[in-house]
């Protein structure tokens, strides 16, 4: 049967509160039917997501009756079901939807939730479930596939579409690029990769060496960044995502503007160039590695600025520079291209 | 009931094999009645892990009747459990003993020990199970708590019993200091801490975090260091808790001789001056911290060599360094007591 998804984004249908909602909406259109938030007066998804065009936020689970899969659009910190989205959830299985969640917390877990899908005969698939536990070998790694990694100022600064982007960039000029995904939304979209922030830590370089070793029959793997080396909460998760992938290029991402943390108001960020020169002397303990681009998010600043912006960070950085939503990733993927030719 | 400990380390009773079991004979022995391994005679602990005087090592359960707990006694890299000791394991259960293990493959998971235990009346302790699941906060830290974390070369140089010594060090000098265990064996020897490796990695600098909230009222935490900074496997670990602890001081801790990463022997080790800078640099980006000294362990080298060793380090590094094995832990502690008095 035809996936037809509607994506669950009760009370929080903003660019910045549901991020996974935003980035299926953008990748995966041809499967859905629309988003659901009760809390919110019948519309279309743009005026709320800033995409998604005439796709319908509809109000109620009997306003599209088609649907057959409930996708949790949000991730939240910390990775709990919030209380409201609970009935919406338990009243979709009830109908016998599938429902996909990339939340810490398991609806397989949970009792009400497994005893509802028994009954109604849906399946509850959690994303970020796994259970890795191979710790990495460092062995076996092709040198005929390029890895690109992105990697970033902080949480939330484009690192998976700036990798989605460049893959797919790459595959338009013939070259076979793979994108590996390694959070919730990214496997949402690709349809496989590995949770890394879910996985036991003495587990997580080696989860992400499985990944590369079963892709690299391809030309380019492009594999999405997480968190920071400097983020309070999820360092560890980015230094063994770094290890794990072994990257011969990244591709810093960062937006203007932001001054402090995601979710740590407290914490200044480091400048860029200090952070720049850590994920170089971090990578390269592992594996030889350089930064071969830049990704700008610019999207709270007016267009002059970011255009001076990317000047200064081309002329500064000596490297391309762009915002892959404002204009594309077309440096980015030629910086690719001029790396397969060295 | 008092406890009766009887360590199991069936086939790998070596001080590089057992090293649980090492720790746990050098600072629990009040609780143990013996070693059991049924592949070697019937001899003393000394002779076959370097401590533990006397205490026997047996090749039967029925040789010590009195043990009312088997301790698993190893750590190997993966963690789950060798298949030499399964039926041991399995025969301690239906005697009533309680056991207690480290390893990753969690025994109360297991359906055979589980049934048994629950016939037999007795309990299974997975000392790495935990349920982790608040990201870091960095908030409300003492500043009248003094930190000090081991860090080092890589696995197995002598973090954990740095910090032991280093604590008990303090205490014999009056100041109010505790051992933070961040790993099974520290555990096992403390009583309480958080198996950090086993964390979920979202979480790890959070479940540190939460140690060091719950124990800042004593006036120095020495917090055990893991792995290191550039091991293939573990560097997620490490850099999760180096930014969970925010240590104020650090130790650095290394072996003489050790050339090769512990369980990847391909992968050359960078030189401790270049690990030292990395390390700096990465605590740094938390909280202002510096080395206060260094941890030499000098067993696979010659009492000149290891003085020859200590001499130069001191002099590059103007660092006081010592090996606690060879010699006392006393330099170490006197670099925090001056730290106190700053």
Redesign the interface.
């Known amino acids: 049967m035809a996936r037809k998804v509607l994506i669950l984004t009760e009370g929080l249908s903003s660019p910045n509160t549901a991020k996974s909602a935003c980035s299926v909406i953008r990748y995966r259109r041809d499967e859905l039917v629309g988003v659901l938030d009760t809390t919110v007066p019948p519309q279309t998804c743009q005026g709320l997501f800033e995409v998604g065009g005439d796709l319908p936020v509809v109000n109620s689970l009997d306003a599209l009756p088609e649907a057959n899969v409930l996708l949790i659009g949000i991730a939240p ?4 079901l919030p209380a409201a989205m609970r009935e919406l959830v338990l009243a979709a299985i009830k109908r016998g939807m599938d429902v996909e969640s990339g939340l ?2 398991f609806f397989n877990d949970d009792a009400q939730f497994a005893a509802a899908a028994k009954a109604s005969g849906s399946t509850l698939r959690d994303l970020r479930r796994n259970n890795e ?7 076996n790694i092709s040198t005929n596939c390029l890895r690109i990694h992105t990697v970033g100022h902080d949480c939330s600064v484009g690192k998976m579409v700036v990798a989605i982007e460049v893959a797919r960039g790459l595959a338009r000029r013939r070259v076979d690029a793979k994108f590996i995904a390694t959070g919730q939304t990214g496997i949402m979209v690709e349809g496989d990769g590995c949770p ?7 587990f ?3 989860a992400v060496e499985k990944q590369i070793l079963a892709h690299q029959h391809h030309e380019v793997l492009v594999i999405e960044g997480q968190g920071s ?2 983020h ?6 980015t ?3 770094l ?1 794990g992938c072994l990257p011969d290029g990244l591709i810093y991402c960062y937006e203007m503007g932001r001054k402090t943390a995601k ?2 108001d ?2 200044e960020l ?1 400048t860029i160039e200090s952070q720049r ?2 994920y170089l ?2 990578a390269n ?2 594996h030889p590695c350089r930064f071969i681009g830049v990704a700008i998010s610019s999207r709270c600043v007016e267009e002059s600025a970011y255009l001076a912006e990317r000047d200064r960070i081309e002329s500064e950085w000596k490297l391309p520079a762009c915002d892959v939503f404002r204009e594309n990733a077309e440096p980015l993927v030629n910086a690719v291209l001029e790396m397969l030719k060295d």
Chains 1, 2 share one sequence.
Do not use: F, N, W
């Open positions: 910190t910390g990775g709990s810490h917390e536990r191979d710790v990495a070998k460092r062995q890394v922030d879910a996985v036991v830590a003495d997580i370089s080696g080396l400097t309070p909460c999820y360092s560890a998760v230094l063994g995502l290890h979710g740590a407290h914490i480091p020169e850590l002397a971090m303990t592992a």
